[in-house]
């Protein structure tokens, strides 16, 4: 389960920071991951073949292009 979490769909927790990061897999093709807890609040992330989404609490918060990342800072 951490390498999904972690590997894929590149969730990082560092100081304070929550960061999503993906691995883009062509093989791995569309995946959502729902409902991470962090903080009080719920993430989602949506990967699909050229970019991925990450919701927080149900609100879009990024959409952006594998290598780039989203960050919240708390």
Same mark, same amino acid.
């Given at each position: 389960? =951490?390498a ?7 969730i990082?927790? /560092? =100081?304070?920071?929550? *960061?999503?990061?993906p691995?883009n897999? =062509? $093989?791995?093709? /569309?995946? #959502?991951?729902? $409902?991470?807890?962090y903080?009080?609040?719920?993430? *989602?992330?949506?990967?699909e ?5 990450v @919701?927080?609490d $149900? ?6 292009? @594998?290598? =780039? *990342?989203? #960050?919240?800072? /708390?």
């Amino acid at each position: 389960m =951490e390498a999904i979490i972690f590997g894929i769909f590149g969730i990082q927790m /560092k =100081e304070g920071a929550l *960061s999503f990061k993906p691995f883009n897999h =062509e $093989d791995i093709g /569309k995946a #959502t991951l729902k $409902d991470f807890t962090y903080r009080g609040n719920t993430y *989602s992330i949506h990967l699909e073949k050229k970019h991925f989404t990450v @919701y927080q609490d $149900d609100t879009c918060i990024g959409r952006k292009f @594998y290598g =780039e *990342s989203v #960050t919240i800072n /708390k």
